[in-house]
Nanobody
């Protein structure tokens, strides 16, 4: 499966952005999807994940209440709505996919497919 992330850009603190991740190839709705981010000189970190059905979501504490992950299985697309953005949210955001799954997955090694990343810059 191939993943293409988009929607990044420059936004002022307090603003909003919506990231999209379109899946193509051997797509299946039974993929667990996740968003991760990597700031300069930092390790890639978990942001949010959604179960294959879309009924279950889980967030990193740092984004809880501000970000919302969702998916549209008919369009093979997962979204990350980011509100109340802060300068510390500045990073390259990556979407990832894991075949199957029956719990929340928050580690990079648990995901087998990755998109190319989209840069989000939040100015103060």
């Amino acid at each position: 499966v191939q993943l293409q992330a988009s929607g990044g850009g420059l936004v002022q603190a307090g603003g909003s952005l919506r990231l999209s991740c379109a899946a193509s190839g051997r797509t299946s709705s039974t993929y667990t999807m996740g968003w991760f981010r990597q700031a300069p000189e930092k390790e890639r970190e978990f942001v949010a994940t959604v179960t294959w059905s879309g009924g279950g979501t889980y967030y990193a504490d740092s984004v809880k209440g501000r970000f919302t992950i969702s998916r549209d299985n008919l369009r093979n697309t997962v979204y990350l709505q980011m509100n109340s953005l802060k300068p510390e949210d500045t990073a390259v955001y990556y979407c990832a996919a894991k075949s199957g799954g029956n719990r929340y997955y928050t580690s990079t090694w648990e995901y087998g497919y990755w998109g190319q990343g989209t840069l989000v810059t939040v100015s103060s």
